[in-house]
C-alpha cells in the first residue's frame, strides 16, 4: 500500500457533500417549526395610523375580555401601515390596519396584486387641530396664514421665493411675536395627508397666482401646495403625539398637529387653536362647522377571516353601538360618531365583509 493516500469514503468531496445535506437537512426542519409556529397565530395584530391606534386600542381592550386573546395594535403611522398591510397573505403579515384617510389608488392596486381582499370600516370623524400650551396666548389662524407659515415656497410681490417669514408676525402684525415653530407628522402620517389636503392646498388657492397655478397646471400647483418647510420652522416629530405634547409644554410659542381626540386627552395641558375663526371642539366637527375635519378608518385583510381567530367577532365589536355609536366608549375617547344612517350602512358593510371592488 502507498503512503499518504487516504481510502477512507467519507473525506474530501465526499465528506463535503454529506455536511451540506445534513446542513440543509436541519435547516428545512427549523423552518418547518417556524412555519408551524407562524400558522399557530391566535391572536390578531393591527398596524396603522397614530391617530386611529387610542381608538383601536380601546377596542382591543375590551375584546380581550371576550374570551379572545387582546389584538396587538401597532403606531406605524397610515402610510406604513397601508405597506406592511398590503405586502401578502399569511401569518407574517398584519390582519388589520389603521387608517385617517382613505386608502389610496396605489395601496389598494398593490393589495389586489398581492391577492389581497380589503373590506374597508369607516369608523368615525376627527379633526385636525393646531394647539399649544394651555394658557399661552390663543392663536386664531387662516389657512392662507398656515399656509404661508409653513410652505417651502411662498408668493412675495408676483413671485415664488423661499419662504422669508420667520415671526409669525412677519405674516400679519395682529399673531403673536413668536418664532414659527410648527412640530408635525411625517410624510408617512394619514394626519400629515390630510393637513395637507385640507390645510395647505385650500390656504394655497387663496392666493391669486397659485389659484391660476393650478387652473394651468395641476401638478405644478402640488409641488408648491403640498411642499412643507424644511429650515426648522416646520419639525417633522413622528408619530409618538406624547412626545409632541412635551415639547409644546417646554416651549409655550410652540404649535403642534395631531387629531382633535388627542387634543381632548389632554386639555389639562394644550390648547387647540382657532382655524378661520372656529374652536376645535367637538360639536363644531360633528355638523361640519371646522374647517379641518376627515374621517377615520380601518382596513380588513379578508384572506385572514376565519384562519386568524377572532377577526369576524372583532369587526362585530367595532361596530357596535356600545363602540362606535354616538354614547359609545369611543366617543368618551374624543371620537365623532357617524350619522345614524351612515353608521348603519358602515356596520352592514363591515360585518358582511364586503371588499372594495375598484377605485
Same mark, same amino acid.
Given at each position: 500500500?502507498?503512503?499518504? /493516500? ?5 473525506t ?6 454529506k455536511?451540506? +445535506? #445534513? ?17 399557530? /397565530? ?17 377596542? #382591543?381592550?375590551?375584546f ?12 406605524t403611522?397610515? *402610510?406604513g ?10 401569518a ?9 384617510? /382613505?386608502?389610496k389608488?396605489s ?7 398581492n ?8 369608523? *368615525?370623524?376627527?379633526? +385636525? $387641530?393646531l ?17 404661508t407659515?409653513?410652505?417651502?415656497q411662498?408668493?412675495?410681490d ?8 420667520t ?12 418664532k ?62 406624547? @412626545?409632541?405634547?412635551?415639547k ?6 410652540? @404649535?403642534?398637529?395631531?387629531g ?7 386639555s ?5 387653536a ?9 360639536e ?11 374621517? @377615520?378608518?380601518?382596513? $380588513? ?8 381567530? *377572532? ?5 362585530e ?17 374624543g ?6 344612517? @351612515? ?12 371588499? +372594495?371592488?375598484?377605485?
Open positions: 500500500m502507498r503512503k499518504g /493516500r487516504n481510502n477512507n469514503p467519507l474530501g468531496s465526499n465528506l463535503l457533500i455536511k451540506t +445535506i #445534513a446542513l440543509a437537512a436541519v435547516a428545512t426542519v427549523a423552518l418547518m417549526g417556524q412555519s408551524e409556529t407562524a400558522e399557530a /397565530r391566535d391572536q390578531i395584530r393591527f398596524v396603522g395610523s397614530s391617530t386611529v391606534f387610542p381608538f383601536t386600542t380601546a377596542v #382591543a381592550e375590551q380581550g375580555k371576550t374570551g379572545f386573546k387582546t389584538p396587538v395594535v401597532e403606531s403611522g397610515t *402610510g401601515g397601508m405597506k406592511l398591510f398590503c405586502a401578502g397573505i399569511g407574517e403579515h398584519p390582519d388589520m390596519t389603521n387608517a385617517s384617510r /382613505r386608502i389608488k395601496e389598494f392596486e398593490n393589495c389586489s396584486e391577492g389581497i381582499s380589503v373590506v374597508e370600516v369607516q369608523v *368615525g370623524f376627527d379633526g +385636525i $387641530v394647539a399649544n400650551k394651555k394658557g399661552a396666548e390663543l392663536f386664531n389662524l387662516t389657512k392662507q396664514q398656515l399656509f407659515a409653513l410652505a417651502a411662498v408668493p412675495v408676483g413671485q415664488l421665493v423661499d419662504n422669508p417669514h415671526m409669525w408676525s412677519d405674516i400679519d402684525p395682529a399673531l403673536p411675536r413668536f414659527i415653530e410648527v412640530l408635525g407628522p411625517p410624510p408617512t402620517s394619514g394626519t400629515r395627508d390630510a393637513f395637507v389636503e385640507l390645510v395647505m392646498r385650500n390656504g394655497a388657492k387663496a392666493y391669486p397666482m397659485l389659484a391660476e397655478m393650478r387652473k394651468a397646471d395641476k401638478k405644478a400647483f402640488r409641488n408648491v401646495s403640498d411642499a412643507m418647510r424644511e429650515d426648522g420652522a416646520f419639525i417633522e416629530a413622528g408619530e409618538n403625539d406624547n @412626545l409632541i405634547v412635551q409644546l409644554v417646554a416651549n409655550p410659542a410652540a @404649535l403642534g398637529i395631531f382633535f381626540s388627542f387634543l381632548d386627552q389632554n389639562d395641558q394644550i390648547q387647540g382657532l382655524v378661520d375663526g372656529i374652536a376645535p371642539e367637538f363644531a366637527i360633528a355638523d361640519g362647522e371646522y374647517p379641518v375635519s376627515r374621517p @377615520l378608518f380601518f382596513y $380588513v385583510k379578508k384572506e385572514h377571516v376565519g384562519v386568524i381567530p *377572532g377577526m369576524a367577532e372583532f369587526v365589536e367595532y361596530t357596535s353601538e356600545e363602540a362606535f355609536g354616538p354614547e359609545g366608549y369611543l366617543a368618551d375617547k371620537l365623532i360618531a357617524l350619522p345614524d344612517d @351612515l353608521r348603519n350602512q358602515t356596520r352592514d358593510n363591515a360585518r358582511g365583509l364586503r371588499a +372594495i371592488e375598484s377605485m
